[in-house]
């Protein structure tokens, strides 16, 4: 399947979950996301695996545990008010350290709000969204084709780190069709995020004991101390994550008069600013996160070391410049460095001329 | 070359078809392209609206403040969209459904009457690939060959539906060659 095809979105991240060995996929209609669970609807028996659409959003990620349990590779996607619903899925398996990817095409809120593509959801992705101390791996694609590969990675990095990773993307990346390559597996457990390390061995799954001793899954620690104990544990592992996986793309971000800094789509729109500006003598870099969390405080707050200017777009209201202003303060105090915001909520979408423009009031 | 289009009319004319048999056709000539829907709401008279951008190099934003190329159905689209459009762009319009000029509309207008020309091919089939016929004809980057092939492939799922496009393309770019 190497020949490059044109392709939505939506249905390209359901392909690419297939590929990364994904047999179980669990969801629940809501728009802009249907096109995952229709296109699995048809594609998941051709393969041999199992489509089931849930009675709810709660249902479905909890399929996802028990399917996680088991040790098999499982999916769930869905928008906003619907991902809402699987945060004390998602926060349940954190804290029994499941794998599981979960797809959010973000829609414009708060509540129903609107089918728009939207970045609002930022908060509840990196800062936890269900109850408890826990982190999950976040990964925001900017194109179609980074759809295909951070969905393939996400079912390494979930199975490297038993810990649910979040696909980020919005309603405009799921519906629009772009031109796709579809790598080969192998080649992409090499080149992606997983760098060619080898996964651990499912040595914790629930798949019958006979011959050997029993095993136990679960999240209510209740001995004195013991949860205590397994949240220092899992504080490891996400220091362990923060220092292995934090990635983020870089252009001409080093001699810059002024860095756009947005992720997914605000970031491909500020790709066109950036060559608005060049063209008006205005030397713009773009720094994209690619993982949200872990987020690449160390890199931003190095490159605020020689930028005293940065633009943020997000297509949400102040929610992502937090992280940045978090970055930038590791080095510099915040008086020093001028951080102008483009904030489009409830589903607006930034123009590259309107991010020229507020790039240009930020600018001495 | 970086060319902004927007198609845009009411559901049911095939708006979205038409869309992604552009985006298609660019693509397998060796540009760039995308194509984007709106979705959701969509509803058989209800506005309906797409954009394709088509370049010989990357593409990275999928919106854009001001359209090279409007592709008016009706006269709803041209009201909404006409005033946009750069004013060294283009507006091709249905002169049956969307004849009126709108304030504010600077970029050269091509009318075409494009519902009469579909009722000609096959009376009641539709006008979409007559629009498009036409459009191709004016743009003149993507081969006529090319465009059939997608075109073929795009009505694989309902047969029948072929050959009344394939007439509609070559009758739309005919009205342009002979305007021209």
């Known amino acids: 399947m190497n020949r490059p095809v044109f392709m939505k979105g939506n249905e390209a991240m359901a392909e ?34 199992v489509f089931l659409q849930a009675e709810s959003e709660v249902a479905a990620i909890n ?10 590779r499982a999916m769930t996607s869905s928008s906003s008010p619907g991902i809402s619903l699987k945060q004390e899925g998602i926060s349940y398996m954190a804290g029994c350290e499941l794998p599981g990817v979960i797809v959010n095409i973000v829609r414009g809120g708060p509540g129903l709000g609107n089918i728009s593509p939207s970045q609002a959801d930022y908060w509840q992705s990196t800062r936890g969204g269900g109850h408890g101390d826990y982190r999950t791996l976040v990964l925001a694609p900017h194109t179609v084709n980074e759809m295909v590969e951070l969905t393939m990675d996400a079912f390494d990095l979930a199975d490297l780190y038993r810990n649910p990773v979040l696909v980020l993307a919005d309603g405009l990346l799921g519906q629009m069709m772009e031109m796709v390559r579809f790598p080969d597996p192998i080649e992409q457990r090499k080149t992606g995020l997983l760098r060619g390390r080898d996964l651990p061995p499912q040595d914790w799954t629930l798949t019958g004991c006979q011959g050997r001793s029993p095993r136990l899954i679960r999240s209510l620690l209740m001995k004195p101390g013991a949860l205590e104990e397994h949240n220092f544990h899992l504080e490891k592992k996400y220091a362990l994550i923060e220092r292995e996986e934090t990635k983020a793309e870089e252009i001409d971000c080093e001699d810059a008069d002024i860095i756009l800094t947005a992720y997914g789509t605000s970031a491909r729109i500020a790709k066109s600013a950036q060559i608005m500006l060049g063209e ?13 969390w872990p987020f690449p405080y160390n890199r931003l707050a190095e490159l605020a070391r020689r930028v005293d200017r940065f633009l943020v777009i997000e297509m949400s209201l102040g929610q992502f410049i937090e992280d940045v202003q978090l970055a930038v303060a590791r ?33 001495p | 070359m970086l060319k902004q289009i927007v198609i845009a009319g009411s559901g049911g004319q095939g708006i979205q078809f038409a869309g992604q048999f552009l985006a298609r056709s660019a693509v397998r000539q060796g540009l760039e392209a995308i194509y984007v829907p709106n979705y959701g709401a969509e509803r058989r008279g ?14 990275y934003a999928p919106v854009f403040a001001q359209p090279d190329v409007l592709i008016a159905f009706d006269q709803r689209a041209r009201n909404q969209y006409g005033a946009l459009v750069k004013p060294a762009g283009l507006i091709l319009t249905n002169s049956d459904l969307g004849a009126q000029k709108v304030e504010g509309e600077q970029a050269r207008v091509v009318s075409i ?15 979409n690939l007559i629009m498009l016929g036409a459009f191709l004809a004016l743009f003149s980057g993507i081969e006529t060959k090319i465009a059939e092939e997608v075109l073929k492939e795009q009505c694989a799922k309902k047969p029948g539906t072929l050959e009344v496009n394939l007439q509609g393309l070559a009758k739309g770019a005919e009205i342009i060659r002979q305007g021209e």
């Open chain 1, 16 to 49: 690419a979950a297939l590929l990364a060995g994904c047999r179980y996929y669990f969801g629940y209609p809501i728009t802009p996301q249907n096109e995952v669970p229709a296109y699995m609807s048809r594609r998941m028996p051709e393969v041999g695996g």
């Open chain 1, 63 to 72: 399929m996802v545990f028990g399917a996680a349990v088991a040790g098999a």
């Open chain 1, 280 to 292: 008006q003598g205005i030397k713009a870099g773009i720094f994209r996160p690619i993982t949200l």
């Open chain 1, 331 to 363: 080095e510099k105090s915040l008086k020093q460095v001028k951080i102008g915001l483009l904030a489009r909520p409830g589903g607006g979408v930034p123009t590259p001329e309107e991010i020229a423009a507020r790039a240009r009031e930020v600018l």
């Open chain 2, 46 to 59: 209800g506005p309906s609206y797409c954009s394709v951008v088509v370049a010989d190099g990357p593409i």
């Open chain 2, 113 to 127: 009457p494009a519902s009469s020309l579909g009722d000609e091919v096959r009376p009641g089939t539709g006008f």
